[in-house]
């Protein structure tokens, strides 16, 4: 039984899927297999797939005969493993070198660890980076209730933790919805500075769809757990813009002043260095 099975969903990703595979193959341990869940693409993704499962017997192919999108493959795929500890990947991604290593050494000491993110065009070409401010679980809590900083393809995660869930709901954002319900389950969630993969924007890629996801009433309640009382009944304005970004309205300005306020009283409880990291986060409220 590998210690390490990383989880990559894909549906007709044969333009970047070469370069996720080969990179994710490359920063295996030992001890570790790369799951890659192929949700009835009908592109040229079958016969990659075939090839890259002949050449490294740490590749494993599971095909479903018809599309449920990224939360069911990803846990279709966890059904079909079992290994002790959990990773992810995107099949338009570039993973680095030792990523795997590195992030499992973490999980001792958390339950989930993600790294940062260099952006790269869909070309592949460096143009930037993706709020690399550090988070510690002491904080984790207070940076989900502003947006979602923690990127699924950069996790790995303790299988007994993503158990303990039950999983990935079947929502576009099952990333956010998953991160919310962990912090509120008490569960301990970690953001290194580490850069761990390459992130390719491009416009086909499912993050740009998110939006019609911020009217969502499961979202709405995993979110209100990480709220205090007070703040509840501000909590679909709070969650809207925490998925969208937007806060350009009188009344969302409002409520967000309301949680930064809040936010920033309960961070004199943290340890220095979380405070200066949050307070940086608040300047974009």
Request: net charge positive; with cysteine.
């Amino acid at each position: 039984m590998p210690r390490l099975s990383v989880l990559l969903p894909v549906k007709n990703g044969a333009a970047h899927l070469p370069a996720a595979l080969a990179s994710t193959v490359a920063a295996l341990p030992a001890d570790a297999e790369l799951v890659v869940v192929d949700d009835a693409s009908d592109d040229a993704t079958p016969a990659i797939l075939a090839r890259a499962a002949e050449g490294d017997r740490r590749v494993r192919v599971m095909r479903r005969e018809a599309s449920s999108g990224v939360a069911a493959a990803l846990n279709h795929g966890l059904r079909h493993s079992d290994s002790e500890l959990v990773g992810r990947m995107d099949a338009d991604d570039v993973c680095a070198r030792g990523r795997f290593r590195s992030q499992t050494a973490l999980l001792d000491r958390a339950d989930f660890v993600f790294g940062s993110m260099l952006l790269t065009d869909p070309a592949g070409r460096l143009r930037g980076a993706a709020s690399p401010l550090p988070i510690t679980p002491a904080a984790a809590r207070y940076h989900l209730l502003v947006g979602n900083f923690l990127s699924h393809p950069t996790m790995s995660c303790r299988r007994s933790a993503m158990e303990s869930l039950g999983g990935y709901a079947d929502i576009v954002v099952e990333d956010y919805e998953l991160w919310l319900r962990a912090a509120a389950a008490g569960l301990r969630l970690r953001k290194t500075v580490r850069p761990v993969l390459r992130y390719r924007v491009h416009p086909a890629q499912i993050t740009r769809t998110w939006a019609p996801a911020a009217t969502d009433a499961l979202l709405d309640e995993r979110y209100s757990r990480l709220l205090p009382e007070h703040l509840r009944e501000l909590t679909p304005v709070l969650r809207h813009s925490a998925v969208t970004r937007r806060r350009d309205d009188e009344q969302s300005a409002a409520a967000w002043r309301r949680l930064r306020d809040w936010i920033r009283r309960e961070a004199r409880g943290l340890r220095p260095f979380d405070r200066l990291v949050l307070a940086e986060r608040l300047r974009s409220i």
